[in-house]
C-alpha cells in the first residue's frame, strides 16, 4: 500500500468527501466526478483491452501507467480513509481486490440482480465507458430482488463512482444491454483467502471464454436459476 499522507494523483479527494451518503433503500453514495473529465482521453488510452463479456481478475489484464495510476490510488491508505470516514467504518484489516468489466451481450440474464456476496464489507464500481448512451445498462440501486423496482441509477461513465455498504438487502442489478460497458468494481473483503479463490475463479472463467466451444456452451446456461438466492 502507499503512503496514507500522500496525495490522491488521480482520484479528486474532494468531490469523493463530498458525496452524499444516502440510505434509502440501503448505505450508497454516487459521485459524479470522481475522475476529473480533464484526464479522460490519457487515462482510455492507457486502459486494458477486455476481450469477452464478464468480469476479469485485475492482475491478469495489462494496463498502460495513467490507468496504472488510477489503481494506485484507489489501493491507497488514503483513499481507504475516505470510504472509511463516508461508511463509518474500519476497513484496516479488510484486504481490497479489483475486478473489471469490458463487455456485456445484451443476454438476458446479464445484470441479474443481487446483493453481493456475504464476504464482501464495501463495494466501490467506478465507470470507464467514453460515453453510454443507452436507457438500458445503467446499474440499478434496488428495493428489491426485482429490477424494475429501484431508488437509483448509475451509468458506467468514465469518472462516474458509485460505492454502497453491502448487506443481505443491498439489491443492485442493470437491464441487458449489448455494448461496450467498461467498469471497476473495487471490494473491501473479509480475508485474503476470499481474494485468492476469485481470483482463480475468474482466471478460469477467462480461459473459457477465450476458447470459441467453450464460450459458446457457457453463453448458452443460464447464469442464475429462477428463484435462486
Known amino acids: 500500500m502507499s503512503d496514507s ?3 490522491l494523483k488521480m482520484i479528486d479527494e ?7 451518503l444516502r440510505h434509502d433503500p440501503y448505505d450508497y453514495c454516487y459521485i459524479d466526478h470522481a475522475l476529473p473529465e480533464r484526464l479522460k482521453e490519457e487515462v482510455l488510452a492507457d486502459a486494458p483491452t477486455i476481450p469477452d463479456r464478464g468480469s476479469y481478475a485485475l492482475p491478469d489484464l495489462v494496463r ?3 490507468f496504472d495510476a488510477v489503481i494506485q490510488d484507489l489501493l491507497s491508505d488514503r483513499f481507504r480513509h475516505l470510504v472509511e470516514e463516508k461508511f ?12 473489471m468489466m ?46 424494475e423496482d429501484y431508488a437509483f441509477e448509475y451509468p458506467p461513465e468514465f469518472g462516474k463512482m458509485m460505492m454502497f ?17 467498461m467498469s471497476l468494481q473495487l471490494c473491501y473483503v473479509d480475508s485474503e483467502s476470499y481474494i485468492r479463490a476469485e481470483y482463480v475463479r475468474h482466471r478460469v472463467s477467462a480461459y473459457v471464454k477465450s476458447v470459441p466451444m467453450l464460450r459458446r456452451i457457457v453463453n448458452l446456461a443460464p447464469k442464475r436459476l429462477p428463484g435462486a438466492k
Open 5 to 7: 499522507n500522500a496525495p
Open 14 to 20: 474532494a468531490a469523493v468527501a463530498a458525496g452524499v
Open 64 to 66: 498502460g501507467p495513467k
Open 88 to 99: 463509518d467504518i474500519d476497513l484496516s484489516k479488510r484486504p481490497p481486490y479489483i475486478v
Open 102 to 147: 469490458g463487455n456485456t451481450t445484451g443476454h438476458y440474464n446479464e445484470g441479474y440482480a443481487h446483493p453481493d456476496s456475504k464476504h464482501k464489507i464495501i463495494t466501490v464500481l467506478l465507470g470507464f465507458s467514453r460515453e453510454w448512451p443507452h436507457e438500458r445498462g445503467k446499474l440499478r440501486i434496488l428495493r428489491s430482488e426485482d429490477r
Open 165 to 181: 455498504r453491502v448487506c443481505d438487502h443491498s439489491w443492485h442489478g442493470f437491464l441487458p444491454q449489448k455494448a461496450q460497458r
